[in-house]
């Protein structure tokens, strides 16, 4: 995700540079097959860590590219000395719990890994506190 979110109103302006340059990125394999946490304020954050072997690094350098075209939308890459950490969120707690090391090893235990092939990015938008929808679709360039 790019934050802060850019505008609904401003998606059609952004929409046709994006198209073009995520074309030059081609589809690939994402894993996850590994949990981990981060705590976050007085919570503790549960989430899928990504990998791309295929294409090492590539979510990052898509990340990198975005923020480049849309100035001004770095937050998560701002946030910690680590920069932007892709992750998918599973799950939180309301408290940081002295054994979370403990259930997520657990967690890990029966954890089925997940691989699936990326070939579109969503421009998405809610209105509110209901689900996001699908506004735009960018398509990644096909692999040969």
Do not use: I
């Given at each position: 995700r790019i934050f802060p979110f850019v505008k609904i109103h401003d998606f059609s302006s952004v929409y046709?540079?994006?198209r073009r340059e995520m074309l030059?990125?081609?589809t690939f394999k994402l894993q996850f097959n590994e949990l981990s946490y981060f705590q976050h304020g007085n919570s503790c954050v549960v989430w899928l860590k990504p990998s791309t072997p295929e294409c090492e690094n590539i979510i990052n350098k898509i990340q990198n590219k975005l923020q480049e075209l849309?100035?001004?939308?770095?937050?998560?890459?701002?946030k910690s000395d680590k920069g932007f950490q892709p992750h998918l969120t599973i799950?939180?707690?309301?408290s940081v719990s002295k054994g979370i090391e403990q259930k997520i090893q657990s967690l890990q235990k029966?954890?089925?890994p997940i691989e699936f092939d990326v070939n579109e990015i969503y421009m998405i938008h809610r209105r509110g506190d209901v689900p996001f929808e699908i506004e735009n679709v960018l398509k990644l360039k096909s692999r040969d």
């Open positions: 046709e540079e994006l030059e990125f081609k849309l100035p001004g939308f770095d937050e998560l890459s701002k799950g939180q707690f309301s029966e954890f089925k």
